[in-house]
């Protein structure tokens, strides 16, 4: 038996475990999501109906300061399972919609360990966690959000991270939508998610421990404006995406969504940073 299915005979017992979240969705964090989004704050009143994917910026974890571990994510075996490496990235999405969240009502997440697999590949031997989250208001269930996180181990003092391949995104598109990755926008993302991963801002923690040149754009920015740039070209109501990212976005830096035509109910669009490296890719459709 190998360390990796020895690590699992712990793991597994954690599959199927559920987490229970709840968000009040009150109007001033409402109004700081719009705010953060470039979305006037005030046009937004009790009981209105949200875009369809801001339920992935509520519904944090209120973990406690003493929780958190060395890299800023709470420590292992308090909200996740305890899988013996100390990188952690977001890796892909799946994502149904069935409803909107409406604004100033309470709501909940159930957060479900749905698997844990173990793998060896190009980069050496990861852990893949599958996450799924239930959002429920009202009774009502309104998105399930699959995901899919990659634990890494660490990367040895004063090397770079290899986990990553750079290929050119395509350029055949019919539109792109270009946006800033600023400081400030970093700040505001992680504040409203109130994510504490410190490759998000720590810049030494980040080329020392973690092997990136830069602090790392949050995955879940990514493709949340990615979503917002699809809904500028798409015609109907969104009803769910996948989504795959491939390659970090650096802080400072920009993202360029590039997308098709709709066809169909259906939209494929990508992201490129600025020297035209393929970041991530995802799939919407619509209902008419």
Known sequence: ????????????????????????????????????????????????????????????????????????????????????????????????????????????????????????????????????????QGDRTIASDTFDAIYRPAVPPGQKTTATVATQARTDQAWTETTQLTNTLNFRYGGITWNAHRIHYDGDYTRSEEGYPAIVSNGGLSMHLMVDAALKHAKGELKGYSARLVHPLWVGDLIEVRGEQQKDGKLKLWAADKNGVLCGEMDLEFAA
């Open 1 to 136: 038996m190998g360390w990796m299915d020895e690590a699992m005979e712990t793991l597994r017992p954690w599959i199927g475990r559920v987490r229970t979240v709840e968000d009040d969705i009150g109007m001033m964090a409402v109004r700081r999501v719009a705010a953060t989004f470039d979305v006037d704050p005030d046009s937004i009143r009790r009981g209105q109906e949200l875009p369809p994917h801001w339920f992935t910026v509520f519904f944090a974890e209120t973990i406690r300061q003493g929780e958190l571990g060395p890299d800023g994510h709470p420590n292992k075996g308090i909200v996740l399972p305890p899988i013996p490496m100390p990188r952690r990235m977001g890796a892909g999405r799946r994502v149904e919609i069935m409803g909107r969240l409406k604004a100033g009502e309470p709501a909940l997440k159930k957060a479900e360990v749905a698997n844990i697999v173990p793998k060896t590949g190009r980069s050496g031997d990861i852990f893949v966690l599958t996450m799924r989250h239930t959002i429920e």
